[in-house]
T-cell receptor, first 113, second 113 residues
C-alpha cells in the first residue's frame, strides 16, 4: 500500500547528541514536510521541500536540519542546538497545488534522557 | 501567515448523534481553501475533507460535511451519526504560501456510548 513511513516510533536523545528521524514515502509526491507538535497544540512547520535537492525553513527551523537527496526520502536531524526537542514529530507529503491534502506518517515521539 | 482559531472546549457527544466543530480563520488571500484533519490518540493525522472558498456547494465525504460561512470567516465540520471511533482531536488548516498549511490548536471530541 502507498503511504508514508516514519521511523523510529520512539526515540531518546542524550544531551549534546544529534538524532535523525526517518521519513519515506511511496506516493510519488513532490512535496514533503516536517512538523512538530507539543501537547495540546497544533502542528508547527519545521522544514518543507517542494522538490528534490531543495528545501526551505518553516516557522521553527532553528536547531533542526534536513536533506532531500531522493524524492522518496526527507530525513530530519534534531541537533544539539535544539534545547527543547521533546515533542511529537510528524512527516507529511503532498502533490503540488494549494488544494492538495497533505498525507501524514504515524509520527515519532522524541524524548530527552 | 494565516491565523486559525479553534476555541471550543472538549466536547462530549452521544453515540449516533451529530457534532459540529467550529473553526475561524483570517486570511488575505482572495482564493483559499480549508482542510479538516482527525488525530486519534495513536497520533497519526488523517485527512477528512477539503473545500475551496470558490466552491458553490458544501463539501461532503461520507459522514463528514464542511460548511463555509465566508462572511464570518468561519468553517464548521459536521460529523453525523457519531461512532465511538470518532473520538479524537480534530484540526482545521488553511493553505498559504508554497503548499504550506497553518493549523489550529484542535477540538477534542469524545463519543460516549
Amino acid at each position: 500500500d502507498g503511504g508514508i513511513t516514519q521511523s523510529p516510533k520512539y526515540l531518546f536523545r542524550k544531551e549534546g547528541q544529534n538524532v535523525t528521524l526517518s521519513c519515506e514515502q511511496n506516493l510519488n509526491h513532490d512535496a514533503m514536510y516536517w512538523y512538530r507538535q507539543d501537547p495540546g497544540q497544533g502542528l508547527r512547520l519545521i522544514y518543507y521541500s517542494q522538490i528534490v535537492n531543495d528545501f526551505q525553513k518553516g516557522d521553527i527551523a532553528e536547531g533542526y536540519s534536513v536533506s532531500r537527496e531522493k524524492k522518496e526520502s526527507f530525513p530530519l536531524t534534531v541537533t544539539s542546538a535544539q534545547k527543547n526537542p521533546t515533542a511529537f514529530y510528524l512527516c507529511a507529503s503532498s502533490r503540488q497545488g494549494f488544494n492538495q491534502p497533505q498525507h501524514f506518517g504515524d509520527g515519532t515521539r522524541l524524548s530527552i534522557l | 501567515a494565516q491565523k486559525i482559531t479553534q476555541t471550543q472546549p472538549g466536547m462530549f457527544v452521544q453515540e449516533k448523534e451529530a457534532v459540529t466543530l467550529d473553526c475561524t480563520y483570517d486570511t488575505s488571500d482572495p482564493s483559499y481553501g480549508l482542510f479538516w484533519y482527525k488525530q486519534p490518540s495513536s497520533g497519526e493525522m488523517i485527512f477528512l475533507i477539503y473545500q475551496g472558498s470558490y466552491d458553490q456547494q458544501n463539501a461532503t465525504e461520507g459522514r463528514y460535511s464542511l460548511n463555509f460561512q465566508k462572511a464570518r470567516k468561519s468553517a464548521n465540520l459536521v460529523i453525523s451519526a457519531s461512532q465511538l471511533g470518532d473520538s479524537a482531536m480534530y484540526f482545521c488548516a488553511i493553505p498559504y504560501g508554497n503548499n504550506r498549511l497553518a493549523f489550529g490548536k484542535g477540538n477534542q471530541v469524545v463519543v460516549i456510548p
